[in-house]
């Protein structure tokens, strides 16, 4: 039997463990110039779902403020535009 492989469902795949999981993707650069260090720059970007980033502690406060305020322009709309 010969594995098989579905490549239009790749990005789909990538897309589903990235927002259930996460990912961090660190990076440290030096520029120099004839082996003097000028800059030094540290870059650290994470992608995850907002589930996941708010189980970790990140966006938590950001989470917070954002339910409070949809939910209070929620109580604010006539009743017949609620969901």
């Given amino acids: 039997m010969k594995p098989t492989k579905d490549d239009t469902h790749a ?3 990538l897309l589903d463990v990235l927002l259930r999981e996460g990912a961090v993707i660190q990076a440290d650069v030096v520029v ?21 980033m708010t189980e970790y502690g990140m966006f938590e406060q950001w989470d917070t403020t954002h339910r409070r305020r949809t939910s209070a322009d929620e109580r604010t709309k006539p009743p017949s535009e609620r969901r």
């Fill in 32 to 52: 120099t110039v004839a082996d003097i260090p000028l800059i030094g720059i540290s870059l650290r970007a994470t992608i995850a779902g907002m589930t996941t």
């Fill in 11 to 13: 990005i789909v795949e």
